[in-house]
């Protein structure tokens, strides 16, 4: 049994909880944590197997694996006394992990891994093949309604009023990087997409707003020496706007491969 300490009781972190009580082979739910210790509890409280709030520390030591669904800050955090620990880390939040080659050494030092879902695309096992040879161009377009890009560091910084956006509107462009630190609760995709191709300074980013869009899109084109990849999603939003749901569906699925007798695909 793999015991599974939840990190992040929002959205996401609530489906996967819920998911691991209705019953997912070889997977256990050790216990959560969140910023707001009394509706955590409450969430909690009900569930099946009684599953109790830790704080972070006393989580990981009963963990065999930790999944953060909270956000990329807190996964700086988080990251060093995971791994440090010996634990193995589910990523969400998986721009945070731009950069950081200490967390795969620390990971290697302590003989534990770094997981990270697919998300809101599809596609990265077509990625994962296509870099075993030469992959000449990875872009990506992202277009979400203005509403779901709230908040973001790129739209205060740059003071850009998403209600007086009429129309399809281009707000940014350039490396998975950059996006990354743009938008940190919303491209996640990108960073994923990077990590399982070229890497984040030769994978490219359009985000667009689009007013009235249901649907969260996300269009993915590889070109390399296997040929040409197009990838389209649309991904019906969470109850948090800046998500899908194949966000939580595919940390569920990463789940369920990690306790399967059989496991298909890359």
């Known amino acids: 049994m793999i015991r599974v300490g939840v990190v992040g009781l929002g959205t996401i972190g609530r489906r996967i ?14 216990g959560g944590t969140g910023r707001d210790r009394a509706r955590a509890e409450a969430f909690l409280g009900p569930l099946g197997s009684h599953p109790p709030f830790l704080p972070t520390e006393e989580l990981i030591q009963a963990s065999d694996l930790v999944l953060e669904s909270a956000t990329q800050a807190a996964l700086q ?13 589910m990523v969400l939040s998986c721009g945070g992990l731009l950069g950081r080659s200490d967390w795969v050494e620390l990971a290697e030092r302590n003989r534990c891994r770094i997981l990270v879902p697919s998300g809101a695309i599809a596609g990265l096992d077509g990625v994962k093949g296509a870099r ?12 979400k309604p203005p509403r779901g890009l709230a908040g973001a560091p790129y739209i205060v910084e740059k003071g850009i009023d998403l209600e007086a956006i009429a129309e399809e509107t281009l707000v940014f462009e350039g490396t998975a ?3 990354c630190r743009a938008f940190p609760a919303n491209v996640n995709v990108v960073a994923a997409l990077s990590l399982a191709g070229v890497g984040p300074e030769r994978t490219r980013i359009k ?3 689009v007013p009235g869009l249901a649907r969260n899109t996300h269009r993915i084109t590889l ?6 990849l197009q990838i389209q999603v649309e991904n019906v939003p969470s109850e948090n706007p800046r998500t899908g749901k194949l966000s939580y569906l ?4 990463l789940l369920r491969d990690l306790g399967a007798t059989v496991r298909v695909g890359t």
């Open 207 to 209: 985000v667009f707003a």
């Open 77 to 89: 955090d988080l990251a060093p006394k995971v791994l440090g620990a010996g634990r193995d880390l």
């Open 17 to 30: 909880c819920l998911a691991i009580e209705a019953g997912i082979p070889g997977i256990g739910l050790a």
């Open 223 to 228: 070109e390399g020496e296997f040929g040409r």
């Open 250 to 253: 595919s940390a569920i699925a």
């Open 177 to 179: 990087t950059d996006a």
């Open 132 to 143: 075993e040879g030469a992959i000449t161009r990875v872009t990506m377009e992202s277009r």
